[in-house]
């Protein structure tokens, strides 16, 4: 479905002339259908600036994406705005991702009438429908996003991007900042809707802990490269590489011993 193929993003240092840090260093990566990834690493290790390349929202210095079978950074107006139907992401920020002046409603509309221009009567349809499966009461549809608690604004961003049924989703650090217990009901969800739409996941994530509740293969990042990738069947014995058992320890010993 999605391919990276030894993808590069360098950035010049400052009064070096002529050398430069390789943010991402020859990442190649292929995303299934109806599968679950998480690729996890430290602050600087590279995961929001290869993100944004898989999302065509940064060309790479060298190496190309392609969605199924088509780079991304050669795409026309038309198929441009094709690919934002089969690729969507969710952001951290969510009170900063949701315009303050639109209610829930036009929030969750708001991509259904950029991307498919359906009839108002589906429309409508179609926002209650999103705001069920995201277990929304109809009481918010006339809120507004400071009006909401941090879970709801989460609930409403993930509305956003499933409503035009993408097949892939990406999640750029979206359950960093949620209390434990909101992140994992909105986790339990997702693995739910997954079931019912096949969506495929993409989480980026500083939180191994995410990684290890909900996807079934994890990629671990540093310094720009993939040094270790993971079928993850339950157990934390399958992580070899040192960087791994690294972010393993950061967790507490009761989790260790519940996933051994």
């Excluded at 679950?36 to 290869?50: C, I, P, R, W």
């Excluded at 179609?126 to 918010?140: C, G, Q, R, T, Y």
Aim: glycine share 6%; hydrophobic share 40%.
């Amino acid at each position: 479905m999605l391919e990276a193929i030894n993808l590069y993003k360098s950035y010049p240092a400052a009064g070096q002339k002529g050398k430069g840090t390789n943010a991402v260093n020859g990442v190649d990566l292929v995303l299934e259908d109806r599968m679950t990834y998480a690729l996890v690493g430290e602050s600087g290790s590279g995961k929001s600036t290869l993100s944004k390349m898989l999302t065509g929202l940064l060309p790479p210095t060298s190496g190309d994406v392609l969605l199924d079978g088509k780079s991304i950074f050669s795409l026309g107006r038309k198929e441009s705005r094709l690919r934002f139907t089969q690729m969507q992401m969710v952001l951290q920020d969510s009170k900063s991702a949701l315009d303050p002046r639109f209610t829930v409603y036009d929030s969750i509309a708001e991509p259904i009438r950029n991307l498919l221009n359906v009839p108002k009567q589906r429309e409508r349809q179609m926002v209650a429908e999103l705001m069920n499966k995201m277990e929304l009461p109809d009481s918010l549809m006339n809120r507004r996003p400071n009006e909401l608690s941090g879970g709801q604004q989460k609930r409403v961003c993930i509305a956003r991007a499933i409503s035009v049924s993408p097949q892939l989703v990406i999640f750029d650090e979206a359950m960093s900042g949620l209390d434990v217990i909101v992140r994992k009901s909105i986790l339990e969800l997702l693995k739910r809707l997954q079931e019912e739409s096949g969506f495929t996941y993409l989480f980026i994530t500083h939180d191994i802990d995410v990684a290890l509740y909900i996807a079934d293969h994890i990629l671990v990042m540093k310094e720009g490269k993939l040094v270790e990738r993971v079928c993850y069947t339950g157990s934390i014995e399958c992580f070899k590489h040192p960087y791994s058992r690294m972010l393993l320890d950061s967790l507490l010993p009761e989790y260790l011993g519940q996933n051994a």
